[in-house]
Every structure is written in C-alpha cells, then in structure tokens.
C-alpha cells in the first residue's frame, strides 16, 4: 500500500509563490511516475507529470509558472508555483501512476491552494 502525504498549500496573493509536497512511504518510488492535479468542477486535471528519469509534462495553463521535480532519494515530489493566479484556486493532488508495469494508482489526500488578495 502507498501513502501518499502532500503539504505546502496555503493561502497567496496574485504573483505570489507556493511550493507543494508530497511524500511517498510504502513503495519503490522510482517505479511510478508522479503528478500533480487539481479539482476542476466534476473531475481531476493533470497540473504537471515527471517521470524517474526527470522527464516531464505540464498543462498548457501553468507552462511558464510552474515547475515539478522529484527527489527520489527522499521519496518525495515538488511542484514549484509562482506567478500564481486567482484562477489556480483549487484543491491540488499528488498522484502516483505506476501502470503499465504496476497496475496501480495513488492518490493523496489533497491540499488546498488559495490566491487572493
């Protein structure tokens, strides 16, 4: 069973800067690749993807501004946010996806991002 446990949410203004983090215990880290996404109404969007090789994807809407890494000594995955806008008000989740070789997927429990001035 993996946990994973995210951190770093809070409260910003517009133009500010959060950094999130996610703790992975229970697994081989390096096997899954890991996300950030947020809760858009009705469902789940993909915020920004890295692989164990540092290869990574992000949403068009936080090119720019925002940067995932991953630490796989520590066990442990950042995203990066500045320029943060009032539109990235959301909850933020922390996945781990290890298909296809591991038929499983993780979720946390979510950490809630809030820019307003």
């Known amino acids: 069973q993996v946990q994973l446990v995210e951190s770093g949410g809070g409260l910003v203004q517009p133009g500010g800067s959060l950094k999130l983090s996610c703790a992975a215990s229970?697994?081989?880290?390096?096997?899954?690749?890991m996300g950030w996404y947020r809760q858009d109404p009705g469902h789940r969007v993909l915020v920004a993807a890295i692989?164990?090789?540092?290869?990574?994807n992000y949403a068009d809407s936080v090119k720019g501004r925002f940067t995932i890494s991953r630490d796989n000594a520590k066990n442990t995955v950042y995203l990066q946010m500045n320029s943060l806008k009032p539109e990235d008000t959301t909850v933020y989740y922390c996945?781990?996806?290890?298909?296809?070789?591991?038929?499983?997927?993780?979720w946390g429990q979510g950490t809630q991002v809030t820019v307003s001035s």
């Open positions: 996945n781990a996806d290890g298909r296809p070789m591991l038929n499983e997927v993780y």
């Open positions: 229970g697994t081989i880290f390096n096997k899954y690749v």
């Open positions: 692989t164990s090789d540092g290869f990574t």
